[in-house]
């Protein structure tokens, strides 16, 4: 079945540690996405990335990081940096060249600061 | 520039009512649009999308959804609500796959 794989589901971290969250996916799309969802607030766009080795900044790119070393992977580096990192954050893909934009999500990653 | 506004953040009705879920957006282009639904600690999945075929938009699980240019409106409805519909929707207006710009989402739950 083809689709988009975020690990780790939950995940649990201290202040002032990195963490790494993965995104893979096999619908063979050139383009994905982060988003961060907060309650209340929607989704925001954190990166997103258009073609291998090429990515873009999003609303809310500071204290984030990632790469896309492969058209399949996107992971997301959330640093110390990140001053309020507790969220769950989604990433999705979508067709590049696609004028209608459609998404499609993962499961997302619950993340909390301790 | 584009922007998305749900009315209402949580909508409760009973079981066998109609739903109606409120969209309005600004956009400065023709805008493709759309209804995005999310269950409990789920990514979101696609409901529906306009895209300028028709104004009335067939959807999945007996959604619809009203393109009203004049209003710029793009309310979700469903003549009537079951249990599993209890979760939160989104809607969304793109301009291109990298400008999708989210609405902050309504929980709909249904009274037994």
């Known amino acids: 079945d083809g689709g988009i794989t975020q690990s780790p589901k939950y995940l649990f971290r201290k202040e002032g540690q990195n963490v790494t969250l993965s995104c893979e996916q096999n619908?063979?799309?050139?383009?994905m996405y982060w988003y961060r969802q907060d309650p209340g607030q929607g989704l925001r766009l954190i990166y997103y990335s258009q073609i291998v080795n090429d990515f873009q900044k999003g609303d809310i790119a500071e204290g984030y990081s990632v790469s896309r070393e492969k058209k399949e992977s996107f992971p997301l580096t959330v640093t110390s940096a990140q001053k309020n990192p507790t969220a769950f954050y989604l990433c999705?893909?979508?067709?590049?060249?696609?004028?209608?934009?459609?998404?499609?999500f993962g499961e997302g990653s619950r993340l909390t600061v301790l | 520039a584009q922007s998305v506004t749900q009315l209402g953040s949580h909508v409760s009705v009973s079981e066998g009512a109609l739903v109606l879920l409120r969209c309005n957006y600004s956009s400065s282009v023709p805008p493709y649009l759309f209804w995005y639904v999310q269950y409990p600690n789920q990514g979101l999945q696609l409901l529906l999308k306009?895209?300028?075929?028709?104004?009335l938009v067939k959807g999945i699980n007996g959604f619809e959804a009203e393109f009203k240019k004049s209003e710029t409106s793009f309310h979700l409805t469903k003549p009537s609500a079951h249990m599993s519909d209890a979760a939160e929707y989104f809607c969304?207006?793109?301009?291109?796959?990298?400008?999708?710009?989210f609405g902050s989402g309504t929980r709909l739950s249904i009274r037994p």
């Open positions: 969304a207006v793109s301009e291109g796959a990298s400008k999708i710009i």
């Open positions: 999705a893909s979508s067709i590049e060249g696609s004028s209608t934009g459609e998404l499609f």
């Open positions: 619908l063979n799309h050139d383009a």
């Open positions: 306009y895209t300028s075929a028709a104004t």
